[in-house]
């Protein structure tokens, strides 16, 4: 165990110099620094914005019904079925009527555990939704598991939608969590305009172009708008011509021609055949660019737009613009966001906190640097320059890896010089016993590194077990925690079973004539 080949000495000191490299680079700005790494401060040690979101699955659920009500019309019609009085009741309900002659086909389609257009039985052991039948009259209503699919569905989508809104911010490490089955966990650390980032996630995006229109009877129905400076009103169709989803691309750019900010975009191949075919027997028609229910432009078509890209004329600043280009490429929320809590951490208690921890840390290494040497004396001394190496590991490979440390991760740290510690005097402990056994003290020495490695490895694997749950299981504070103590844990076995096993190996070499070595 004593026994150090020179390559694995050059590997060690390569490995501990590199990490220590990383670790320096936090603290000095090298002008050769190859790597710029840095680790990221969290919301409690940063400053920024908590906001906790709520999800309002109302549309969307509507939006579903109205869907499905579209679907049962369409299959319905295939299996030669008449449906009468067809409607959503309540925006909760689907209602209709038929023959009394298919009442029994159309409650086996409906019922049936492999049916199609009320799936989800194979997989739930309950259908997407429950059926009220009383004689040739049928009622539909999401059931409970169909309601779960369509709420996570909503949530799994908002939040990489708002992810990506964050991440277009510039943002350094935002922790976005799902909370429940309606709710999103926003935290931006280090975010100073959190105004601008409220608004931003406030905005369902929904976008899409339709024609101004006078003619209050048309075909496809008509509503009254207003502009987004709520100025005047407008009469739109209810036809969409083109929608959000078809853009690929927006950008905030100055119009010269016009001297004003402008959001161009681009579409999608899809997008452009529509936009071409609208705008082409649409010359001189008004078309209304509508957001969130609000018209933010209505220009007149003056030609054809057959390139499939276009742009949106407003009484827009840069910074409107950008946020406005900013939604678009992100995409459209499924429902609306409602901000249900928020609070700030400014950046004075966060330094609070961290001359907190730092303080924390300071006096329980002095603690720990003190108890060592006057326990161990020299190898005292060789555990403490083990404990302030692996430090620089772990700091190192936290830097690496661009962590985010949070208040609970300097905990953490701190855990990790206990743990350290607790490696080696479990190591000088056994090597005490060995050597009233053994005459020789190399071999004490060597023998009290082996049998000492099976428990140090039993307590620190199972400690590792403990924060890989953690990090899996937890969230914000609680992985930070976990991340810090899983790497100090391997910094702590790394530094103990070679950096000081090295450090000892040396020592006892060149003074193997000495009694009572330890």
Do not use: C, W
Not at 153 to 170: F, K, L, P, Y
């Amino acid at each position: 165990m004593l026994y150090f080949s020179k390559f694995k000495i050059i590997s060690v000191i390569i490995f501990t110099l590199l990490l220590s490299y990383f670790t320096a680079s936090n603290f000095f700005k090298f002008d050769d620094n190859f790597i710029n790494r840095n680790i990221n401060l969290g919301l409690d040690l940063q400053g920024g914005s908590y906001l906790l979101l709520e999800i309002d699955n109302k549309p969307v659920i509507i939006q579903h019904l109205q869907n499905k009500l579209v679907q049962i019309k369409k299959y319905f019609k295939e299996k030669k079925i008449s449906l009468k009085n067809i409607i959503l009741q309540d925006n909760e309900k689907i209602y209709f009527t038929v023959d009394q002659g298919h009442i029994e086909e159309t409650r086996s389609l409906l019922d049936n555990d492999d049916s199609k257009i009320n799936p989800y039985f194979q997989q739930f052991k309950s259908h997407q939704f429950n059926i009220e039948n009383s004689d040739n009259e049928f009622l539909l209503s999401f059931s409970k598991y169909g309601l779960i699919q369509i709420k996570s569905s909503s949530q799994n989508q908002a939040i990489e939608i708002v992810r990506r809104r964050v991440d277009e911010i510039g943002t350094n490490e935002p922790n976005i969590l799902k909370q429940g089955n309606n709710r999103i966990l926003v935290e931006l650390p280090g975010l100073n305009d959190p105004g601008r980032i409220k608004s931003l996630l406030g905005k369902t995006a929904n976008l899409t172009f339709r024609f101004v229109t006078q003619n209050e009877e048309e075909s496809f129905g008509t509503e009254k708008l207003f502009f987004e400076d709520g100025s005047e009103v407008a009469i739109v169709s209810k036809r969409i011509i083109l929608s959000g989803d078809n853009l690929i691309d927006a950008q905030p750019k100055m119009d010269n021609q016009i001297n004003q900010t402008v959001v161009y975009f681009n579409l999608d191949r899809v997008g452009a055949k529509k936009f071409a075919k609208a705008t082409t027997t649409g010359v001189g028609k008004r078309l209304a660019i509508i957001l969130d229910g609000k018209i933010i432009s209505d220009p007149t078509i003056k030609e054809p737009i057959i390139g499939g890209s276009g742009q949106i004329t407003g009484d827009f600043t840069f910074q409107s613009a950008t946020d406005l280009a900013l939604l678009l490429r992100s995409g459209a929320l499924p429902a609306p966001l409602n901000i249900i809590e928020e609070r700030t951490v400014g950046p004075d208690l966060g330094q609070d906190s961290i001359n907190s921890g730092m303080l924390s840390l300071i006096i329980g290494f002095f603690l720990v640097v003190m108890f060592m040497i006057f326990k161990y004396k020299v190898f005292g001394l060789i555990a403490n320059i083990t404990l302030i190496i692996n430090l620089f590991l772990l700091v190192g490979i936290l830097t690496l890896f661009e962590a985010t440390l949070t208040l609970p991760g300097i905990a953490g740290i701190i855990l990790t010089v206990g743990m350290a510690v607790d490696a080696n005097v479990l190591i000088f402990e056994r090597i005490k016993e060995e050597i009233q056994d053994e005459k020789n003290q190399i071999l004490a020495f060597d023998s009290g590194y082996t049998k000492s490695k099976t428990t140090i490895l039993d307590a620190n694997i199972t400690t590792l077990i403990a924060a890989i749950i953690l990090f899996i299981m937890g969230s914000g504070p609680v992985k930070g925690f976990s991340v810090t103590l899983g790497v100090g844990i391997v910094t702590t076995l790394f530094s103990v079973y070679f950096i000081a096993r090295l450090l000892t190996a040396y020592y006892v070499t060149k003074n193997k004539m000495k009694k009572n070595l330890i």
